[in-house]
């Protein structure tokens, strides 16, 4: 292993230093740091210097990247490539963007606990956020580690949610935060798709809740049942204990794994500031029922 590796929590946040994502990473530091992500999911590269290209290949190694849900939105002007997800404040001219911007309300999304892409068939495997620039105070994000908050659960609930499988939608998100512009084409094209609510994590072999707020209800259980079941999980997941919070440090690059944690975007003034952070997301290998080998 040529890099070093710094735990921040005994298995859930690490630092990796001593290596520069500009430079092709050898056969040898791959295998590392996939090693090193299967036993931490938040993965944390300090001072690297990256354009769109570094970013992309770098975040290529880990599998095939996804495109924008936002290159498909009517009338949105993109600031980077359809490989990014723009998550920043910016529009394409690098201003800030508006109190009525839309695109602002949609982003705000992001402060809901989710993990990404929970929303398509085939979610993320993995995200890698990489801050250009960062406000003076707040804007930090927190992550929440899902496995540790399946070990706590009590027996019981273990064996009430096996098998259970829930229904995970954009829509659902964005309607809890009061944004409402999707088409019927938007609608039609982006259905709800069924996501198992704990699966085996590839990595590590440890078992893992997998919820975000997309999820909007469970199958099998009525609309009132399943929310209870989803917002007493998310509760009990979200405690101090499973979070690590993220302070964010201009060039900072942080990887995550999607499949056994969830995470949420704080706000700051971002009517002020600028907090130019740029996502590259990669695909898992199959959706998580079929993983799990559920046939919904
Ligand atoms: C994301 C996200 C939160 C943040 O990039 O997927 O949810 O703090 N970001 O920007
Ligand atoms: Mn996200």
Do not use: C, M, Q, T
């Given at each position: 292993m040529s890099f070093s590796l710094h735990p921040i929590t005994p298995d859930f946040a690490a630092e990796i230093g001593?290596?520069?994502?500009?430079e092709p990473l050898s056969e040898e530091e791959f295998t590392s740091l996939e090693s090193a992500f299967n036993t931490y999911s938040v993965l944390i590269f300090p001072d690297q210097k990256l354009s769109e290209k570094h970013q992309m290949k770098f975040s290529s190694r880990f599998g095939p990247l996804e495109t924008s849900i936002q290159k498909f939105r009517k009338g949105v002007k993109l600031?980077?490539?359809?490989?990014?997800?723009?998550?920043?404040?910016?529009g394409p001219d690098n201003k800030l963007l508006g109190e009525d911007s839309e695109r602002r309300l949609f982003n705000s999304g992001n402060q809901l606990w989710h993990t990404d892409s929970s929303f398509m068939e085939i979610p993320a495997k993995c995200s890698l956020l990489y801050a250009k620039s960062i406000p003076p105070v707040g804007g930090h994000t927190e992550f929440v580690d899902l496995r540790a908050a399946y070990d706590a659960l009590p027996k019981k609930i273990k064996d009430d949610i096996k098998g259970l499988v829930a229904e995970h939608s954009i829509r659902e998100s964005r309607i809890k935060i009061g944004?409402?512009?999707?088409t019927s084409d938007e609608v039609s094209s982006m259905p709800p798709v069924p996501q198992v609510l704990v699966r085996n994590h590839?990595?590590?072999g440890r078992r893992t809740l997998y919820l975000a707020s997309h999820a909007a209800r469970i199958i099998g259980l009525s609309d009132k049942e399943g929310k209870a079941l989803l917002a007493e999980l998310i509760e009990h997941s979200t405690q101090r204990r499973f979070v690590y919070i993220h302070r964010w440090r201009a060039n900072d690059l942080v990887m995550w794994d999607n499949r056994n944690t969830m995470h949420r975007g704080k706000p700051f003034e971002d009517l002020r500031y600028k907090r130019d952070m740029r996502r590259t997301t990669v695909r898992d290998v199959a959706s998580t029922c079929e993983q799990e080998g559920i046939h919904p």
């Open positions: 001593d290596i520069n994502l500009r600031r980077l490539g359809p490989k990014f997800a723009d998550v920043s404040n910016l944004y409402k512009e999707f590839a990595g590590s």
